[in-house]
């Protein structure tokens, strides 16, 4: 099993900035892929970013390109999302998501496991 935790949301005003992490344990994620999703109230779970843990390769939303860069530290098995540029629709929980395989994507359903998640919110 896969254990993920997350940590760093907050209150931010617009235009702000947070770094979000995410620790994983239980096993080794040489060749996984790590994610984060986020969900509005109301409003489905959507994709925001994802690092495959192997050679580093991502993948963003549209809607935060430019703006939020997805990273990730082998030696610690955290990945980290940093939010620049914040606004108001980046509001929502957080969920941090990998998966066993190599592929990475943007569908909810090819991750494997999921964080609780970590609160932002962004004030205008």
């Known amino acids: 099993q896969v254990q993920l935790v997350e940590s760093g949301g907050g209150l931010v005003q617009t235009g702000g900035s947070l770094r979000l992490s995410c620790v994983a344990s239980?096993?080794?994620?040489?060749?996984?892929?790590m994610g984060w999703f986020r969900q509005a109230p109301g409003k489905e779970r959507e994709f925001v970013a994802a690092?495959?843990?192997?050679?580093?390769?991502?993948l963003y939303a549209d809607s935060v390109k430019g703006r939020f860069t997805i990273s990730r530290d082998n030696a610690k098995n955290t990945v980290y999302l940093q939010m620049n540029s914040l606004k108001p629709e980046d509001t929502g929980v957080y969920y941090c998501t990998a998966t066993r395989t190599v592929i990475i994507t943007a569908l909810p359903g090819g991750y494997d496991y999921w964080g609780r998640g970590t609160q932002v919110a962004v004030s205008s």
């Open positions: 690092i495959r843990w192997s050679g580093g390769t991502t």
């Open positions: 239980g096993r080794t994620f040489s060749s996984y892929v």
